[in-house]
């Protein structure tokens, strides 16, 4: 079948691949960060865009929000249209109090109780890993950025609403992750399945540790700067 989520000629999106939830943080990075930056997609508002950083094409486009959202989203960008890299660029909450409000976590592992994994090739497997060629390019690159490395959850509800993270880390036997998101279990089985590289970082927008620092809905689409501009390093090498 064709593509019908991302529709564009195949030539208009590069191997490697920035993938934000909000579409308008893609929006927010081709217009700041990538030169000669061109619309390429904007089927159901998920907008992508190519140009080019330090000469190098580079596509950024939405994955929306959960597993199912960036399944699809992945899938297509690696079945179709040819992509060998893509590193999810996010948010997420910190579940550790050794990781801060605007600190950047680079999930080496997800773990997941989703069942994703299982509808998608029959894998039951409760967690998933991160491309290491990715992971040491990021490493590589970091300057001067706050950046952890270790395990997430991704999770299919917003912990916030439910509270049962606890719960869920116990039925999964995960000890001390770092924080929990809702992407990155999708996007690591999708690679280990199509065989792309895949890694996904996160900017800690909201922690219980320490929730007067908690980012605005603004913030969280405009001033995530730092992990942008290294994942950007990164995906280049």
Known sequence: MKPVHIVTDAGNISELVLMPGDPLRAKYIAEKFLEGAKLINNVRNMLGYTGTYKGVPVTVIGSGMGIPSMGIYSYE??????????????????????????????????????????SYSG????????????????????????????????????????????????ALGCTDPL???????????????????????????DSSFTPDLDLSAEQRETSLNEMITLALEAIIK
């Open 77 to 118: 960008l690696a079945h179709f249209y040819g992509v060998k890299k893509i590193i999810r660029i996010g948010s997420a909450g910190a579940l550790s109090p050794k990781v801060h409000v605007r600190d950047i976590v680079v999930a080496t592992e997800s773990h997941s109780l989703s069942s994703f994994a299982k």
């Open 179 to 205: 924080a929990c998101e809702m992407e990155a279990f999708g996007l690591y089985h999708v690679g280990e399945v199509t065989g792309i590289e895949t890694v996904a970082m996160m900017t800690i927008t």
């Open 123 to 170: 894998d039951e497997s409760h967690v998933k890993f991160a491309n290491e060629n990715l992971v040491q390019s990021i490493q590589s690159s970091i300057k001067d950025e706050t950046v952890h490395f270790g395990k997430i959850v991704t999770s299919d509800t917003f912990d916030p609403y439910t509270g049962h993270m606890e719960e869920n880390l116990k």
